[in-house]
């Protein structure tokens, strides 16, 4: 089995968009999992036309804080300053410590501290994750981390290790995973195991900056990958210098298309639609077979 990732530098630049639409295309083809890695936002099965009532969600928990015992805690103020994340506060009317729990990362320094082990590192339910099936045959697995919650790597962790089991039973082809924006942990967990990467970019100065800091990352792990440029149009000069940045590494170029928006604002795979952007997206998915299964 192939693993395809499609992420960007930058936010908002189509990454979802082509990801659903490069699925719905694979799948006439192909047995295969989507997986939204995008725990921060996740809106692939959106872009699906899944409903979210269809998703048989789980709890999960991938953080953890701290929690004070207070019979054990003799307001001795040792712990106080312990925390670089400045989650701890003093309750004069308890003369005991407080944990913001947003704040905490569960490092453990404050319990290390504590002459009276009155300090516990316990787990949390920070996120939830789940799988349902799409209208054109394929499982998507999705996660959502919790309001305020760290941990959001590990979840895209534990999706990855879900749709790969799911992706086995049911012999899967090819696992499309859809990346957080950005350069963080959830992408370099998104990358992991990665055969091949798609790069989306618009022609934009930040879009542009943005992607060639997650190309390092992509590079750092040696990943094969290809950049496409969505809404090429609305800045053919910048597209132009991006063009010449990729060389041969352009696997296409998408056009501006005010369809596009009206298949998104409708929950549908813009390859769903008759439109200029849905047969350049034909053309990628193309290139992109080739890359994934070249000998
Ligand atoms: S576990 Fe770490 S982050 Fe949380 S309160 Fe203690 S020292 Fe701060
Ligand atoms: S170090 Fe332990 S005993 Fe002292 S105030 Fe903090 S929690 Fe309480």
């Known amino acids: 089995?192939?693993?395809?990732?499609?992420?960007?530098?930058?936010?908002?630049?189509?990454?979802?968009?082509?990801?659903?639409?490069?699925?719905?295309?694979?799948?006439?083809?192909?047995?295969?999992v989507a997986c939204d890695c995008d725990v921060d936002a996740s809106n692939l099965a959106l872009a699906l036309g899944i409903k979210e009532s269809s998703f048989v969600w789980e709890e999960i928990e991938t953080s953890e804080k701290a929690k004070l015992i207070e019979e054990k805690c003799n307001g001795c103020k040792k712990c106080l300053n312990s925390c670089v994340f400045s989650a701890i506060h003093w309750n004069e009317e308890k003369n005991k410590p407080e944990f913001n729990r947003f704040l905490c990362e569960g490092c453990?320094?404050?319990?290390?501290?504590?002459?009276?082990?009155?300090?516990?590192?316990?787990?949390?339910?920070?996120?939830?994750?789940?799988s349902a099936r799409s209208k054109y045959g394929f499982a998507v697995v999705s996660g959502q981390l919790k309001m305020g919650e760290s941990g959001s790597g590990k979840i895209v962790d534990m999706l990855k290790e879900r749709a790969l089991t799911l992706a086995e039973k049911e012999r899967a082809e090819l696992l499309i995973c859809d990346s957080a924006a950005g350069i963080s942990c959830p992408v370099i967990a998104s990358l992991r195991g990665s055969d091949f990467v798609i790069a989306v970019t618009e022609p934009s100065p930040a879009s542009f900056r943005d992607l060639k800091r997650a190309l390092q990352i992509v590079q750092y792990f040696n990943i094969p990958y290809g950049i496409v440029i969505n809404k090429w149009d609305i800045n053919k000069r910048l597209s132009k210098e991006i063009e010449g940045f990729a060389g041969e590494k352009l696997l296409g170029q998408i056009s501006y298309d005010r369809k596009v928006v009206d298949a998104i604002v409708n929950l549908t795979p813009v390859v769903e639609t008759e439109c200029k952007a849905a047969k350049e997206i034909v053309k990628i998915k193309e290139r992109v077979k080739t890359q994934l299964y070249k000998p």
């Open 108 to 130: 453990g320094a404050c319990s290390l501290v504590c002459p009276k082990h009155a300090i516990e590192i316990e787990r949390v339910k920070n996120g939830r994750m789940g």
């Open 1 to 32: 089995m192939k693993t395809l990732t499609i992420l960007s530098g930058k936010g908002g630049v189509g990454k979802t968009m082509l990801a659903s639409s490069l699925a719905v295309l694979f799948a006439k083809e192909l047995r295969l």
